[in-house]
């Protein structure tokens, strides 16, 4: 595709579920991002994948939090007994390459989380 | 710690108007600053990067952004708004080795024609 797709667009869970949030980054991006974004905040760093490795995992909040990308390409954010305070914006990016250079990130549109 | 500061959390201009929205950073080594903007119902997107050289870096849509390393600050300006400039800006450090980004808390814009 042209760009950063995320599914669902909007989830709605009840407290204690679990749910799963994908992101399919632009082909041949190296680098993938997930962030949060609460009501009112800009976007707060999750975690950090280059290809199939997770280099930083040190912004999930808690336990409950879990992301992979197995096979380098397509990422899934899954949150385990989802909280109210787990309701949010999560965004995903992906960048080119591996390292820091003179490129941007492309952002997904997000997948908005209602925990009720 | 790192962390970026906006100050304005909500600005209401009429068209024509100029616009400056304040970013302040705290991060003692080199600093790679970017402003992104968030259309209503659309994603993030790159306005101006600065990186190094000149610290007056031009962007898309006639904005512009001045780097001020005394000042750790990094403010967003536009001498004439219009009304489809109305969105949220992020202000943003980048930390690290990678392209993890630190934002600011947001800036809503309100253009009114």
């Known amino acids: 595709g042209a760009g950063v797709s995320q599914s669902p667009r909007y989830k709605v869970a009840k407290r204690g579920q679990d749910v799963a949030l994908r992101c399919d980054p632009i082909s041949g991006h190296v680098s993938l991002f997930w962030y949060q974004q609460a009501l009112g905040q800009g976007p707060e760093f999750l975690t950090y994948?280059?290809?199939?490795?997770?280099?930083?995992k040190s912004g999930l909040p808690s336990d409950r939090f879990f992301a992979e990308r197995p096979e380098g390409s397509v990422s899934t954010l899954k949150i385990q007994r989802t909280q109210q305070e787990d309701s949010a914006v999560y965004l995903c990016?992906?960048?080119?390459?591996?390292?820091?250079?003179?490129?941007?990130?492309?952002f997904g549109s997000g997948t908005q989380l209602s925990v009720l | 710690a790192q962390s970026v500061s906006q100050h304005n959390h909500h600005v209401i201009l009429s068209e024509a108007a100029s616009l400056e929205l304040g970013c302040n950073y705290s991060?003692?080594?080199?600093?790679?600053l970017f402003w992104y903007v968030q259309y209503p119902g659309q994603h993030l997107q790159l306005l101006l990067k600065?990186?190094?050289?000149?610290?007056l870096v031009k962007g898309i849509k006639g904005f512009e952004a001045e780097f001020i390393k005394s000042k750790f600050s990094f403010n967003l300006r536009k001498p004439s708004v219009q009304w489809s400039d109305t969105a949220e800006y992020f202000c943003a450090l980048r930390s690290g080795g990678y392209n993890k980004l630190i934002f600011g808390a947001g800036t809503r814009l309100a253009v009114h024609p």
């Open positions: 991060y003692g080594g080199t600093v790679n």
């Open positions: 990016a992906s960048s080119l390459s591996g390292v820091a250079t003179n490129e941007k990130l492309f």
């Open positions: 994948f280059q290809n199939e490795a997770q280099l930083d």
């Open positions: 600065y990186f190094s050289g000149d610290p």
